[in-house]
């Protein structure tokens, strides 16, 4: 097997194979390139090196897959995934509740209260960023959602119903922001369609024509953990 460059610092598996286009398939941080017998390789250069946003797009999302804890460990220098940053735990000595200071988060009082008043925190960081994403796209999807609350779901990010209600996880505020904005244009795209066919996709893909790796990203989250 031969390794060719995607860009300096990214090499690429090349396979040859019988299919009769040029692959690119990127797992576990591994970048795979599949192309025919006789295609020649200044063709899958070029292939590849167009392609090199969409690779390294994938391999970041994959590394922060990974390094998503399983299990949020509570814990004096634990972090945190918010919004795309990593926010260091600290423990004050402070009986206040959560304080952000820079990349760290202050939390003070008793240590069985921590969990609980982490997710305060997360759930007032989640009032207070999410109407912003809802204003700047609801405009863009077309549609005037009747207000949003923000709470708990087991399994899922985000809902909506027919009044135009609409309902966001606050453990959303953990993902990167692209994510969070892939799942507001869902839930409005839900607005103009109540269901997952092409016609709500194309709305989703007007606004957002990359969504489909900020999908993945959520899909990789294997459940929700808190
Ligand atoms: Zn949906």
Known sequence: MALIAVAPDVMAELKRTR?????????????????????????????????????????????????????????????????????????????????????????????????????????????????????EFAPRVGVKPQGFSVRFYKSRWGSCNRRGELQFNWLLMMAPPAVVDYVVIHELAHLRHFDHSPAFWQVVREVMPDYAIHRAWLKQQTSLVW
């Open 19 to 135: 299919r009769r286009s040029i692959g690119i398939k990127v797992h576990r941080g591994e970048v795979t390139v599949s192309a025919p017998m006789r295609a020649p390789l200044v063709e899958i250069q070029a292939f590849v090196a167009r392609k090199a946003r969409w690779i390294r797009k994938h391999l970041e999302l994959q590394r922060q897959a990974a390094a998503r804890p399983t299990e949020l460990k509570l814990e004096p220098g634990a972090s945190l995934p918010f919004l795309g940053e990593s926010l260091r735990l600290e423990m004050s000595t402070q009986p206040y509740g959560v304080v952000r200071d820079g990349d760290r988060l202050l939390i003070g009082g008793e240590a069985d209260l921590y969990k609980a008043k982490l997710a305060r925190w997360l759930v007032g960081q989640a009032q207070a960023y999410l109407p912003g994403r809802v204003a």
